[in-house]
């Protein structure tokens, strides 16, 4: 299972992100626990949805040592780094086509904690939103979460600039679309306007001009990375109290998933 969930390829990305243990001056504490073990179950419990009490002891870290290192790797920006390395892998190759970028969002239940808000669509119970910005195919270039309240419209400028430099086969690094759609919820003029002055152009459909079917035959390839990124389990149902935790999950998620395309 352990070479299932985290493949040599997939290891040799991650190994040089994770920080070095460093011993206590004064000695004793916690003895180190192989990082790779501890990854493992990590990805264990984003995949099957496993509450960290509930960690199989066959992975042979205890679920303090997990939950902490979790935390730990989190706070030192692991996960995000770790999306970068996997996107410039596929820049590399060729293998991100720029020439669209497609966004949406989808809400989630939270039990609690901090980004979360009153779900309009689910009879105002507590929830979280994702948001996830696509290349052409659907490779996911960088994700957020939000509470379920939060207008879509608002993700649009963080996702857009959250797409970080990444690795072209030839020439510069490149983080800017040749163009980015998006449906009616996106309809601002504000917004066309900040995209449009940044070199990218703008395909949303207009409220009251356009129908979303006309964006169908681009919107699938979102529709089916948020379906991709709900087979992981531990998002399906939101169970951080820390809004930067579960935002940690959604960033992994988003790594395994690039990694895919990049083993496929």
Not at 117 to 132: C, E, L, M, T, Y
Not at 180 to 209: M, N, P, T
Not at 230 to 250: D, K, P, Q, S, V
């Amino acid at each position: 299972m352990s070479q299932r969930l985290v493949p040599d390829e997939l290891w040799a990305l991650v190994e040089p992100l994770i920080p070095g243990f460093a011993a206590r001056p004064q000695g004793g504490g916690t003895a180190p626990v192989d990082d790779r073990a501890v990854f493992t179950a990590i990805v264990f419990v984003l995949t099957s949805g496993c509450p960290w009490r509930l960690l199989p002891p066959s992975f042979g870290v205890t679920v303090p040592t997990a939950h902490r290192r979790f935390t730990e790797w989190t706070k030192a920006g692991v996960w995000r780094r770790m999306h970068r390395a996997v996107l410039d892998e596929l820049g590399a190759q060729g293998l991100i086509d720029w020439s669209r970028a497609v966004l949406d969002g989808a809400s989630v239940r939270a039990k609690k904690g901090s980004m979360t808000g009153r779900n309009p669509v689910d009879r105002g119970k507590a929830g979280s939103k994702i948001h996830v910005l696509t290349d052409r195919q659907g490779i996911p270039l960088s994700v957020a979460i939000s509470g379920a309240n939060t207008h879509d419209s608002q993700a649009l400028k963080p996702l857009v600039m959250a797409i970080p430099a990444i690795r072209s086969r030839r020439g510069r690094r490149r983080r800017r679309p040749d163009k980015l759609h998006a449906d009616k919820a996106y309809d601002s003029r504000e917004l066309r306007e900040w995209v449009h002055d940044r070199g990218i152009g703008v395909r949303i459909a207009r409220k009251g001009i356009e129908s979303s079917d006309s964006l169908g035959q681009h919107r699938w390839v979102i529709e089916r990375t948020i379906a991709w990124v709900f087979n992981y389990r531990r998002l399906a149902t939101r169970y951080e109290r820390r809004g930067n935790n579960f935002c940690a999950f959604l960033t992994l998620a988003a790594a395994l998933t690039c990694f895919k395309k990049l083993s496929t």
